[in-house]
């Protein structure tokens, strides 16, 4: 997929908890190969629409389309399946797991997706180096600082190649000089392996150094005056 191409559409998305309507009839596109960074106070909706877009959620109406598939043609473990190889999550408070090494932890996704090969313990232990943890490699989670385990979930999110990675408050639990890192490191990524991100942040300065910001303010996208 090109640069700038459409890599999610999401149309009239819609969602609601009880009598609550916290999503009103989102339009959002994710182009591929940017940054897209997602901003809003607390209670906007913004966590859901992620949890939509990343098909942990499904949306009460509206189509949701992620490189072409309309999710909601998919169940199940087919549904699994495509999450698996099409989306890479980061989360605020890493969710790796503490009986598995920095190695092991990279390799999840290939595992769950029937890999375990020789190419793909390479991309692993590559994607480590490549974001300065080629001496952690063997390194429980428990002895890693929270910069690195945020590496550590990054090279994670990225170990199936997904079109699209989705971060939910990915620095939120950093502090000031390793949340600017780690949004380097996405910017990076964007150049070097043409990742997508779609970014979920309170941060307004992180934001602005995305390429495009959305602005959701009760339920609803805020179009440019």
Known sequence: MNRGEPII???????????????????LVIPSGQI?????????GKTTLLQILGTLLAPDSGELRIQG????????????????AHIGFIFQFHRLLPEFNAL???????????????????????????????DRLTHAPAALSGGEQ????????LMNEPGVILADEPTGNLDSGNATALFDLFKELRDREGATFAVVTHNADLAHSGDQIVHIQDGR?????
């Not at 559409?9 to 339009?27: C, Q, T």
């Not at 897209?36 to 906007?44: D, E, F, K």
């Not at 990279?106 to 974001?131: I, K, M, N, Y």
């Not at 945020?150 to 999110?157: D, G, S, W």
Request: positive net charge; charged residues 30%; without cysteine.
């Open 9 to 27: 559409v999401a149309e009239n998305i819609r969602k609601s908890f009880g009598d609550v309507e916290v999503l009103r009839g989102i339009d």
């Open 36 to 44: 897209t960074s997602i901003v809003g106070a607390s209670g906007a």
């Open 69 to 84: 598939v309309r999710v909601a043609t998919l169940k199940g473990k087919a549904l699994a399946a495509f999450r698996n």
């Open 104 to 134: 092991e932890n990279v390799l999840l996704p290939a595992w769950v997706a029937g890999r375990d090969d020789r190419t793909t313990r390479d991309r692993a232990e590559r994607l480590l180096r490549d974001l300065g943890l080629g």
């Open 150 to 157: 945020q590496r550590v979930a990054a090279a994670r999110a």
């Open 221 to 225: 996208i805020l179009q440019p005056a």
